[in-house]
């Protein structure tokens, strides 16, 4: 048993202290940092974050303690932790995305039990690869550009600490030739910014070249909300950015500054106000589509409704739920595509979930769903800030020739009663939106669709400030031949209302554009004012396809982005006003940093400087003094030479070798200094300069002096009393 404990004793071992202070802090710094970047992805506690500094400063104090006490601490200390975490992985079971926080926390953890055991350099290197990957899995979590700041302190920290290391390396080898560096601080400033500048040629190389992410289909499917709050027992449509005469469910009369009167049971087109540019979510995906809410069916000349009864209740197995095609979707005789999206909420909204196309699965932190017969997702619970959800989407690909071949008739596919119900017009439509829609009606449905478009592009105008809607007036009859002016509500709807009168079935679709796509995070940034409606029309053997008269829609999908920095002039364009006052207060806030630092240097520098004059003993100061007034006397004293031989060969009087003696008893002696012999020293020192009119050396407090050439002797090379006091 004492083999084994003498042989674990050996083997952690600690290594040589390493004695840079520079590269200790920078480590720490970089650890900081990471940690302080997982605390940004709601992974681990702040306690963690505090620990960091605290285990650092222990391990600087005990560096060159024997460390398998320490160790033995922090083995048990992991223990505990992987316990923990062993437990929070049965109780998330089979939901692998959940334990991605867990897992980070984890190594949150361990990052910091051993940053109180990191005493050698290789510790030191090891903490930097740690916390390189910890910031890692926070950027795999992370969903803004925010997490560039933190990695570029990481990156000047991490560079820092490695030069710092080197330095520290190299100067504990023999010095084969060439004078150590004068300036050490300057020359490990410039290292730095060498290392420093060529990681970001190689990043910027990396980012030209490599993959957009998120262009093949994820390994995991995140979701969490942040509470599990009821909102609907029913599968009701809730909104908390709206509000109206009853419940949420009801006519919207106001809203809120990024809510959209849409996300309700009607749309009534005749309100005015759009939502502004508020970050509503974000969405992880391939490609970009539309990100569709729910559709409306039933029109009166201003206000759209969806008709549709109490949805159907959907349950999930604990990590994700099935959703079943739609009742009107039929066989597709088309090839389809698999569209995967995670969405990432950053402001409460209704609860519908949103998905490109056709979802056939969600991945939802709650057990059900709700299910309308046109594929609208409505939650039981609330979506607020911070809720993540992935939906799988199937999409149908198709080319505008395929299109114009079918030849069936537009209805079919459709049951009688959806056939009515998407073809359904009130009485009181005018009868030159009849005459128009007879004019644009072409051989196929396709075609039709097309000809409506280009006829809308033509002779209206996309403008978000229109005037009100007189009282009683229709609202597509006012658009297209009054105003000529709306927004997406009244183009889609003059769309859905011109296609119903030449016998095709449509329906109002809204929700959201596909957003910007930020080239740094990869991510669609879907903002408030991105929302959307947009004209679904049934085709027979494809289902519904979307149309928008605004904008083009592909109907093989988006194209996926081919690099990682596809966008990016335009991402930067739109932002340079903010990227120069940002570049700026960075360039200032360096200049600072510099400037403190510098004032740091000299201080440090003339602390030391002082330390070393006052510890420097009066017999090496005297000999100073001494070799500069020796060419007075007769000669220059030569290296090697003592003042007693020196005195004797030029035949000086007795109060020379009297001041030799005092010398040599001050630099030999440990006893109490003779104050009166040190006076008469240096006023023999005195007298011979002002004989000759010359100055002496300027002497400091106490007759010290500044530092001059030394010569090797016996008296040069003996210990100070006083230095050793």
Request: charged letters at 20%; proline letters at 6%.
């Amino acid at each position: 048993m004492n083999r084994l404990m003498i042989g674990l004793a050996n083997a952690n071992r600690k290594g040589p202290a390493e004695p840079s202070s520079i590269a200790r802090v920078a480590t720490m710094v970089a650890v900081m940092t990471a940690m302080w970047a997982g605390l940004q992805q709601d992974v681990g506690h702040p306690v963690l974050f505090l620990l960091v500094p605290l285990a650092f400063w222990f391990s600087y104090i005990a560096r060159n303690r024997p460390g398998f006490g320490v160790k033995s601490a922090l083995a048990v200390g992991m223990l505990v932790a992987s316990l923990r975490f062993a437990q929070q992985l049965a109780a998330v079971g089979s939901n692998v995305g959940a334990t991605q926080p867990y897992l980070a926390e984890l190594f949150m953890i361990t990052q910091v039990l051993h940053s109180f055991d990191v005493p050698a350099r290789r510790d030191l290197r090891f903490s930097l690869v740690a916390s390189f990957t910890l910031l890692g899995m926070s950027g795999v979590l992370s969903q803004t550009v925010g997490f560039g700041t933190l990695l570029a302190v990481w990156t000047v920290a991490a560079a820092t600490s490695l030069v710092a290391l080197h330095s520290s390396e190299i100067s504990e080898l023999p010095r084969v030739t060439g004078p150590k560096s004068a300036r050490p601080v300057a020359t490990l400033m410039l290292a730095t910014a060498t290392a420093l500048v060529g990681a970001l040629l190689v990043m910027a190389a990396a980012f030209l070249v490599l993959p957009a992410s998120g262009t093949s289909r994820a390994l995991v499917f995140p979701a969490s909300l942040p509470s599990l709050q009821t909102v609907s027992r029913d599968g009701s449509i809730q909104n908390p950015n709206l509000t109206s005469a009853g419940d949420y469910g009801g006519q919207a009369t106001t809203q809120s500054a990024s809510g959209f009167l849409g996300f309700s049971k009607s749309l009534d087109t005749s309100a005015r106000g759009r939502p502004d540019n508020t970050i509503v979510m974000r969405v992880r995906a391939s490609e970009t589509g539309f990100w569709r809410g729910q559709s409306f069916d039933s029109w009166d000349g201003q206000k759209w409704v969806s008709t549709f009864e109490k949805p159907k209740l959907l349950q999930g197995d604990g990590s994700s739920i099935a959703v079943p095609r739609p009742a009107d979707t039929p066989q597709l005789r088309v090839p389809t595509k698999e569209l995967v999206q995670t969405v990432y909420l950053q402001q409460p909204g209704p609860n519908l979930i949103f998905g490109a196309s056709t979802i056939q699965r969600v991945y939802f932190a709650d057990r059900s769903v709700f299910v309308l017969p046109d594929g609208t997702l409505r939650s039981a619970v609330g979506l607020g800030k911070g809720g993540v959800y992935t939906v799988l989407s199937e999409r149908p690909v198709v080319s505008a020739s395929h299109l114009i071949a079918i030849d069936d008739a537009p209805s079919s596919g459709l049951t009688e009663s959806d056939a009515r119900r998407y073809l359904q017009l009130p009485a009181s439509l005018p009868e030159r939106v009849s005459a128009l829609a007879s004019e644009l009606r072409r051989a196929s449905s396709y075609e039709t669709v097309k000809a409506i478009e280009a006829w809308l592009e033509a002779n209206t105008q996309y403008l978000i400030d229109i005037p009100p809607l007189p009282p009683g007036a229709d609202s597509v009859d006012r658009f297209l031949f009054e105003e000529r002016i709306g927004f997406c509500e009244q183009i889609a709807s003059s769309l859905v209302v011109l296609l119903r009168s030449n016998g095709i079935p449509a329906r109002l679709v809204v929700g959201y554009a596909g957003g910007e796509r930020n080239p740094f995070t990869g991510l669609f940034e879907v903002r408030a004012s991105d929302a959307h409606a947009w004209t679904e029309v049934w085709t027979p053997g494809v289902g519904w396809l979307p149309f928008d008269p605004t904008a083009s829609v592909p109907f093989a999908a988006g194209e996926e982005n081919a690099r990682a920095s596809e966008g990016l002039g335009s991402y930067l364009g739109g932002r340079m006003s903010t990227i120069i006052r940002v570049v700026v207060q960075g360039g200032v806030g360096l200049v600072l940093i510099g400037i403190i630092a510098s004032l740091i240097v000299g201080i440090k520098r003339a602390v030391a400087v002082r330390r070393r004059l006052a510890l420097r003993s009066w017999s090496a100061a005297w000999h100073d003094r001494f070799d500069d007034v020796s060419p007075l006397l007769g000669r220059t004293r030569q290296p090697g030479e003592t003042v007693t031989s020196y005195i004797s060969s030029l035949g000086l009087d007795n109060p020379w070798h009297e001041t030799a003696a005092i010398v040599e008893a001050e630099a030999f002696s440990a006893n109490v200094p003779d104050l009166a012999g040190r006076r008469r020293a240096d006023d023999l020192l005195s007298s011979v300069a002002r004989r000759h009119h010359r100055r002496p050396v300027a002497a400091g407090p106490a007759g010290r002096q500044g530092p001059r050439r030394r010569h090797t002797s016996a008296l040069d090379a003996a210990p100070s009393p006083r230095s050793k006091r």
